[in-house]
C-alpha cells in the first residue's frame, strides 16, 4: 500500500475518462482490501467498538473464552 499525496490532478474525478477513473477505484479496491485482517473483528460504527467475543490484544484478536471472561454475566 503506497502513502502519497495526490494532486490536484488525481483528485479531479469529472474530467478523468472512464479508463481513468476505473483505474483510480481498482486501486483504492486493493488498498482497502489489503487490511481486512487486520481489522475483521472491529467496528466503525453501532454500540461495538470490537465485535463481541473477541479481544484486541498487542499481537491482534484473541476469541474470548466464555467460561473464564469475568465480564460475562453466564460465567460461572
Not at 499525496?5 to 481498482?26: C, H, I
Not at 465485535?51 to 490484544?57: D, N, S
Request: glycine share 4%.
Amino acid at each position: 500500500m503506497s502513502e502519497r499525496f495526490l494532486s490536484e490532478e488525481d483528485l479531479d474525478l469529472v474530467n478523468l475518462s472512464w479508463e481513468e477513473l476505473l483505474a483510480w477505484w481498482s486501486l483504492w479496491l486493493h488498498q482497502a482490501q489489503s487490511t481486512n485482517e487486520l481489522d475483521e473483528h472491529l467496528y466503525s460504527h453501532g454500540v461495538f467498538d470490537i465485535e463481541p467475543g473477541w479481544r484486541q490484544t498487542p499481537s491482534g484478536f484473541t476469541r474470548v473464552d466464555a467460561a473464564c471472561d469475568p465480564s460475562n454475566p453466564t460465567a460461572d
